[in-house]
């Protein structure tokens, strides 16, 4: 059992309110991860979980213990940094002994785990290395080495795949999640990268200026968004959010742009109905555009004019502005689509998003 | 197999509880005010004692031996009116002045000279710096060799080259001795000058010169315009160090001339050497070595200002 | 690097330079043809013809003999290499632990203890000279290389504090996060991981602290009084001087082997040595 719990986190420097009333329960065997824009407080929560830095108040319990006033090297973690922090005067194996020494685990026993650790990472000819020597993919390794030959309690990652370059980030992502299936140590990962997020996370916190947005399953993320913040966050390309208006028209209810009205689906109505009237923001995600086959009801298509196409092999992604709105479409690669041409697009009316324009929360 | 071994030793290490430790150390306070207890200790001791205990010697009337009476500022103005006292002020200053435009100077060339690529490069470098390396003392009495108004390889030359008929008594006639004293100074210290302003060129990149070149300046406007500007906060450091030095220096011109001929040469630190130790009046000589005291302050703090002015430009 | 024609490379930088070297290292010339030149040749007048100024056809060791046999310059050298090594190793002690407080740990008057240090290391000895003289003696310390071992450190801790600190400050806060977090308390994090990372920076303070207390004057000219006490440079200026007497051979040969153990530390860390210097002006 390991257990984290944060309650009425906050954190202040000087003048800057960093964390504010973080409130979550990381669960046993939970791989949980923290993302978000750089200064949004998630590596702050981290480090405080760590012992890295101060509780201004509120508490931190792991396994039911509160751990605010712990040194960190009495809490049974391990953390893996950005830069790897490997220690560049000892070897790989000392570095990943280092932590055994500490604790006067017997030369036996350090021995085996580093061996074991060694073997599950693959890094085993590495061993007598001196951090200097390693390649950028190597390093990871041994800091990931470092963390699992003490079988901590929980794990703490600080944006570990951030250094890598493209192909090997990815490649690590689907190595770190195959070890926390293996090992199913309690993990924290904090990441800016939504991607990671979404691949690696059991749930996912999104955290802006502090303030936690939404904790969930990634998809509840992606297809429930709390408001627009995370709606914007989550999903790549980014969703598309049109000013409109909500105007009642015959007994309907219209969301009315400035070249263009398109018919909430009924299920929505009835939410909606209270904000007649007012300026909302509509959110449709590029993969839930397309062009119209002419067979789609006119409630739910407009025209747009196509002012960039980026080609991507298997799709397609189409700048478009409808009337002054811009927005992007993602559509199958077998559309011919010429800058300046006009489209009649389609929306999937299911996983229309709407925010109210002044709190940003869903509606 | 592996997994299953690392779940197992997982639960035994449950029962691995840290040992009790120094908790005091954990709080950065602590620890800090333990790391700094030794340093804060020898210089309270050595310095700020010494300090307060100098003020206090300055205002009584302390010999060697003989614990004196409080006498007020009676010291400082016996100081005033000592025209020794005057003319070991005024060379302090003149002295402290040349050689500090003249190091700049030098300095400066010789890093320019020493910014270019060429073979050898880290043997001149390290060749070059031995003059600041060697024991002040000893470097000055090879110079005071070479200035023996009899035995003077400098005469030798200056006579060889035509340009004096008669022996020069380098170190025999006042306004010669001083300049004797600062070309030794400015010999010691272009090395210091040139080794830091050549480091501080190194943080420039070649590429602004480039730019300012294919820009259309010349090399000494892109000197004056690129290089001068971005070297300015290293030079102000490097200047208020050697300025400090040069203002409280003592072996030079101990070794030199002993203030000599007829104390023409004094500063502040061989007079006070001279009255405080060589006549054992310990008062005064504590006296005439805090009377430069304002002076440093002020140096630094005009320094320091000006310092932070360029940097946060 | 933008180069022009043939000529102006002589006139703008070889004469320049070779000019620089000259006059640069003339002087240890100089010291070293006199330590090997008999008397006879060596009070020549310059204007007599027989000068010769630049050559020797008749070497003699007899001005280093005479520094063994008849002086004891032997005593001075070990003091003033024992002194240098125990007042660095005490500066360097204090400044490490101290460089290391100031640049990574969070307490009140940090900011005001590092300017406090700044402003030590500003202060030169000859401000201060007389009022330690009169407390070296109440302590009894008088006439001993224990008043040269604890007053150096005085100049060189400041020095070898700032130097540390802006070291430390360059290695990755991270280092020591994950050691704590290895299992280390603050302590071991320091003592395991940062200093034997900062090893470089250590040897740097170190062989300028070495060589700042081998020229070091004052202090050991005011302390110290018996001959066989007294460290290089100040055993020099008073026991190879008689009155107005110079014996210019003995002074010249024990200014060049005076300098010698300062020469061939700093040639063998050289890199070292620059880093310790410039690193000293940086702010």
């Known amino acids: 059992m390991a257990q984290v719990v944060i309650r009425n986190l906050n954190k202040k420097f000087d003048e800057v309110h960093a964390v504010k009333d973080v409130n979550l329960q990381i669960n046993d065997k939970e791989f949980m991860v923290f993302v978000g824009p750089s200064g949004c407080g998630k590596t702050t929560t981290l480090r405080m979980v760590a012992g890295l830095e101060s509780i201004t108040s509120g508490e931190v319990l792991i396994n039911d213990t509160v751990v605010n ?145 939404q904790v969930g399953a990634p998809l509840e993320l992606y297809n429930r968004p709390a408001n627009r913040f995370v709606a914007g966050f989550i999903g790549s390309p980014a969703m598309n959010f049109l000013p409109v208006t909500l105007a009642d028209t015959d007994g309907s209810l219209w969301a009315v742009g400035p070249e263009f009205r398109v018919k909430p689906p009924a299920a929505m109505a009835g939410r909606l109905r209270g904000h007649t009237g007012k300026a909302v923001l509509l959110g449709i995600r590029p993969e839930d555009l397309r062009v119209t086959n002419g067979a789609d009801p006119a409630d739910h298509t407009f025209e747009a004019t196509v002012e960039v196409t980026e080609q991507l092999g298997s799709e397609i992604l189409l700048d478009l502005t409808a009337g002054p709105a811009p927005m992007v479409a993602s559509v199958e690669p077998t559309v011919t689509a010429k800058v300046g041409d006009r489209l009649r697009l389609a929306f999937n009316p299911d996983r229309l998003h709407v925010f109210d324009s002044q709190t940003e929360a869903s509606i | 197999m592996a997994i299953a071994t690392i779940g197992a ?93 003249f190091k700049l100077g030098f300095g400066l060339w010789l890093a320019l000279l020493l910014n270019r690529h060429f073979k050898g490069k880290a043997y001149i470098r390290a060749a070059i710096l031995l003059p600041f390396i060697i024991p002040t003392v000893l470097s000055t009495f090879a110079w005071k060799w070479m200035f023996d108004p009899t035995f003077s390889v400098i005469n030798w030359a200056l006579f060889k080259v035509g340009l004096i008929s008669a022996r020069i008594n380098w170190l025999g006639d006042p306004d010669l001795a001083m300049a004797s004293i600062i070309v030794v100074n400015v010999w010691r210290a272009v090395p210091f000058f040139a080794i830091s302003l050549l480091a501080g060129l190194q943080t420039i990149s070649p590429e602004l010169q480039e730019a300012a070149a294919i820009d259309g300046a010349r090399p000494w406007q892109r000197f004056w315009y690129v290089t001068w500007p971005l070297l300015l906060p290293v030079t102000m450091v490097v200047v208020l160090f050697s300025v400090i030095q040069t203002f409280a220096d003592f072996q030079l011109v101990y070794v030199m001339t002993g203030g000599g001929p007829a104390n023409a040469t004094h500063l502040f630190a061989t007079y006070a050497y001279q009255i405080g130790i060589g006549t054992g009046l310990l008062s005064e000589g504590a006296a005439i070595s805090l009377a430069m005291f304002p002076f440093l302050l002020l140096i630094v703090v005009v320094q320091l200002l000006y310092i932070r002015r360029v940097e946060t430009r | ?54 050559w020797t056809s008749n070497p003699t060791l007899d001005h280093i003999k005479y520094l063994f046999a008849e002086t004891l310059f032997s005593a001075w050298l070990w003091n003033t290499m024992f002194i240098a090594t125990i007042s660095t190793a005490i500066s360097l002690f204090c400044g490490v632990l101290a460089g290391y407080a100031l640049s990574r740990l969070n307490f009140p008057f940090a900011g005001s203890l590092g300017t406090g240090i700044f402003v030590t290391y500003l202060v030169p000895q000859t401000l201060l000279f ?39 400050k360059s290695v990755p806060k991270e280092l020591e996060e994950c050691a704590r977090i290895d299992g280390a308390s603050r302590l071991q994090a320091m003592l395991y991981i940062i200093i034997p990372v900062a090893v470089p920076g250590i040897l740097s303070a170190g062989i300028f602290a070495f060589t700042l207390s081998w020229n070091e004057f004052i202090y050991a000219l005011v302390f110290l009084s018996s001959p066989e006490q007294k460290t290089v440079p100040v055993g020099v200026t008073s026991e190879l001087i008689r009155g107005d007497v110079f014996f210019w051979g003995p002074l010249m040969a024990a200014a060049l082997l005076g300098s010698i153990p300062v020469a061939m530390v700093y040639s063998f860390f050289v890199e070292h040595y620059v880093a310790g210097l410039t690193g000293s002006v940086k702010g």
């Open chain 1, 69 to 213: 006033e712990l040194p960190p090297m009495d809490r049974d973690i391990a953390m893996v940094f950005q830069n790897y922090a490997l220690y560049p005067h000892m070897s790989v194996y000392d570095n990943m002994a280092f932590g055994l020494k500490m604790r006067k685990f017997d030369k036996a026993e350090i021995a085996q785990r580093v061996q074991e650790a060694a073997d599950i990472l693959d890094i085993g000819p590495l061993l007598k290395r001196k951090p200097r020597q390693l390649s950028g993919g190597q390093r990871q390794r041994v800091a990931l080495g470092r963390a699992i030959v003490r079988h901590p309690q929980v794990f703490l990652f600080d944006e570990p795949l951030s250094n890598l370059d493209a192909k090997l980030r990815v490649q690590m992502r689907v190595e770190l999640k195959k070890l926390h299936n293996r090992l199913g140590t309690t993990a924290i990962y904090v990441t800016h990268d939504q991607v990671e997020a979404m691949t690696l996370g059991d749930r996912v916190v999104v955290m802006k200026d502090g303030l936690v947005q």
């Open chain 3, 130 to 168: 007389i009022p330690l003289a009169d407390i070296i003696r109440n302590f009894k310390l008088g006439d001993t290389p224990w008043s040269l071992v604890l007053t150096y450190p005085t100049f060189l801790i400041p020095f070898c504090t700032w130097l540390m600190m802006g070291y430390f």
């Open chain 2, 9 to 101: 030793a997982a639960r035994q290490n449950r029962q691995r509880n840290p040992r009790p430790r120094n908790r005091l150390l954990e709080d950065e306070r602590w620890l800090a005010f333990t790391l700094l207890m030794p340093t804060a200790i020898l210089l309270g001791l050595f310095i700020a004692y010494p300090f307060f205990k100098g003020v206090m010697l300055s205002l009584s009337s302390s010999r060697v031996g003989i614990e004196g009476d409080f006498v007020g500022l009676a010291n400082f103005a016996k100081i005033w009116n000592d025209s020794i006292f005057r003319t070991a002020v005024w060379n302090t200053f003149w002295y402290t002045a040349v050689t500090t435009v």
């Open chain 3, 1 to 54: 690097m933008i180069e022009g024609a043939a000529w102006r490379r002589w006139v703008f930088f070889y004469i320049p330079l070779t000019l620089f070297v000259f006059v640069l290292l003339f002087p240890f010339y100089w010291m070293l043809i006199t330590t090997f030149r008999p008397d006879g040749e060596l009070y020549q007048p310059w204007n007599s013809p027989r000068y010769q100024p630049f």
